[in-house]
Each structure stands twice: as C-alpha cells, then as structure tokens.
C-alpha cells in the first residue's frame, strides 16, 4: 500500500478523536479520545518509518515515546477523573461549572 | 487486490468502524470497548506496516493496561441512572465542522505531497527489520531520551498515587 492511504487512515482516526474530545459528555470518554488522536499519530509516525526511514526507524523509536506519554497521561488523567467524581458525584463535564460566575 | 490490499482495507474498516461506534455508543462500557477494538485493529496495520515490536507493545499496554484501568475506573464511578445523552451542551455541529475541516486539509495537503525516502536509507525499504536493530538504536543512539521517558513514567505514577489518595478531599 502506499505511503498515503496509512496518511489518510491517521488523519480520519485523528478527525474521529478530534470530534470525541469536543462533543463527549463523561469526562472519561474524552480522556479516551484524547488517546485514540495519540493512537493516530502513532499510525502516521510508523508509516513515516516504514516509507522515508526504513533503516534507522526514527519513526517507531518516536512512537514509543508518544506511547510512553499516552499511558503517564491516562494514568494521571483517570487519578484527576476519580478525584472529581469524589467532589462532585458526576463525571458529566456540563456539571462542572463552578467557575461561570 | 492483492492480499496487502486486502488486509489493510480490512484493518482500516475495523479502525474507522470502531472508532465511530466508539462515538455513538450510549452505553459507556461498550464505547471502552470499542476503542479497545479500534485500537487493536491499529496494532494489526503495525503488523502490516513491518512494526512488530510496535504492534505488541500496542496490544500490551493498551489492552493489557489502559483497558483495564479505565473500566476500572468507570466501575468505580458508575452513576446510579445511566444518563442516555452522549454528546454534551456543546452540541455536535461545532465538533463535526472541526473535525471534517480537519480531514478535508490534511487529505488536501496529502494528496498534494510527494514522499521519497531519504537518500542515505534508500537501501532499507526492502530490507526486514528486526526487533534487535530496534533495541540497538533505541539502547545505542536514544539512551538519553529513554531513561527521560522512563522518568518521567515514574513522576507520573507517583503523581498519580499522590492524587488519587485526595488528601483533604472533604474540604468542598
């Protein structure tokens, strides 16, 4: 296959992450897209590897990296996630607006 | 088609399937679901894309681990009536023109670019590559970068612990 279609694929898998983190309701869910955009930089950088670098694979040593901060942020972010729900008894992020004055 | 084709348009199916499933679900069990699948369908285009270390480590720590810790985490915060509505006060026409002007530009921008690998590593499109070479330029070359990487694993989980126990959490 070539080079673009892996491209294309990222690019709809970002577009669907993109739409998730801005319109989900529980808190949890768009942590979840916020992953699934990661998941498509992933899908770019390896396709990048595999076409532009395929001897030194700067590509997938960068996307081990980017898995790395993927699981430090869900692990912090679900720990934020359990805090709020102990606050306020809802992950809804509508509830959240303490500070609209 | 040839069985390359073939596969890829399987996996990319599963992915984009999946992924939009993952959108519309009401159930929030089923959306984690979901995603465990569009994810695991990302590890098959690795595989496709002579990535194996990348693909088990996808299934690993996606699957093994960050699955299971957010269904974790939704059983532990389960409300007691399941809201139906998935989509907040924002709407979902402001999200949607985002993210399909998204897509528009970078399909744009792909379809308008051309890519050839780097001279240097011409040599290498043919060749397979092995998890070994992987580790050598990861251990050799990246070293730095790894023990930061897995420092930073470590603030993170302290971190986190540290959150987590919500010292004074009674204060609201």
Known sequence: MPLESYLLLGAAVFAIGLFGALSKKSAILILLSVELMLNAVNINLIAFSNFITPLTMKGQIFSIFVIVVAACEVGLGLAIVLMLYRRRQTLEVDKYNLLKG | ?172
């Open chain 2, 1 to 172: 088609m040839s069985p390359d084709q073939l596969a890829f348009f399987i996996l990319s199916f599963m992915v984009i399937a999946s992924g939009l499933m993952f959108l519309v679900s009401k159930n929030i069990i089923h959306a984690v679901l979901y995603f465990l699948l569009a994810l695991l369908a990302t590890a098959g285009i690795f595989l496709q894309l002579k990535a194996p270390f990348l693909a088990a480590t996808q299934i690993l720590v996606y699957a093994g681990a960050i699955t299971v810790l957010i269904l974790f985490v939704v059983m532990l915060t389960i409300s007691k009536d399941p809201e139906v509505k998935v989509f907040g006060q924002t709407g979902i026409v402001g999200p949607a023109i985002a993210a399909v002007s998204f897509f528009a530009i970078m399909a744009a921008v792909v379809s308008r670019s051309t890519f050839t690998p780097l001279p240097a590593e011409t040599a290498g499109i043919d060749q397979v590559q092995t998890v070994a070479q992987l580790g050598m330029e990861l251990y050799v070359e990246y070293l730095l970068p790894f023990e930061i990487a897995a420092f930073l694993l470590l603030i993170a989980l302290v971190a986190a612990v540290y959150i987590a126990l919500g010292r004074g959490h009674d204060a609201t």
